[in-house]
């Protein structure tokens, strides 16, 4: 699987939107990117993933560089409650093959 | 509702003994994973089952071992010859039918004195 690269943390006002950049410039053709979220001692939780398209949900948007190089996850409006450890992961869609990496992860602090 | 039990939510055992984590799921899910977690560190693949009576080690597996002898239960211990236990465990699960990769249980805190 690819590697992905995020910053190490980052802050966010309640109320605004958050932008979560991860950059996975190795990424193949037949990887997605997931983002998936932890909240402090729980399990992670899943938030989206894509392959080449945006995308968007109840929880976020997932926006990919037409290179696919890169992509942003974008919380539309903070609140405090999306304070967690946010995981970008690139897998490829192997049929049985489910196993993902999660490196450190963006820190992200949503101050009110 | 479906979903993924991890039992006990916290648990200290003394030095040298093994210790069991309990994991099952009512999902249906055909694979099942182990997560080990430090402070501050994300999180390493300890083993994972895709079929019931088969499972392979992850990246860092010595030390552990599980068992798969039903589909909703995947039992983790943690032996003694794991030189650095405490740490937080997280259970998943998987099927290919759904794209939105792993449900994750919602973990075990252990603690060796």
């Known amino acids: 699987d690819a590697k992905t690269t995020q910053p190490t943390s980052m802050d966010c006002a309640e109320g605004r939107a958050a932008n979560l950049p991860c950059n996975h410039s190795t990424i193949s053709g037949n990887e997605y990117v997931y983002w998936y979220r932890q909240i402090h001692s729980q399990g992670p939780q899943y938030i989206i993933h894509g392959l080449k398209n945006n995308e968007t949900n109840e929880m976020a948007s997932l926006i990919i560089t037409e290179d696919r190089k890169s992509s942003t996850l974008i919380l539309p409006h903070a609140t405090l409650r999306d304070t967690a450890v946010y995981y970008c992961?690139?897998?490829?869609?192997?049929?049985?093959?489910?196993?993902?990496?999660f490196g450190a992860g963006t820190t992200v602090t949503v101050r009110a | 509702d479906g979903g993924i039990t991890q039992s006990p939510k916290y648990l200290f055992r003394k030095e040298g003994q093994n210790v069991t984590l309990s994991c099952e799921q009512n999902l249906n899910h055909d694979a099942m994973y182990w997560y080990r977690q430090d402070p501050g560190q994300g999180l390493r693949l300890i083993y994972y089952s895709q079929i019931v009576n088969d499972f392979q080690k992850g990246d860092i597996a010595e030390g552990y071992s599980v068992s798969r002898e039903k589909k909703e239960s995947f039992p983790l211990t943690v032996t003694s010859a794991q030189k650095n236990p405490t740490a937080f465990y997280l259970c998943?699960?998987?099927?290919?039918?759904?794209?939105?990769?792993?449900?994750f249980g919602s973990g075990t805190r252990l603690t060796v004195v």
């Open positions: 998943a699960s998987s099927t290919p039918t759904e794209s939105y990769g792993y449900t």
């Open positions: 992961i690139v897998r490829a869609a192997i049929f049985n093959d489910y196993k993902l990496s």
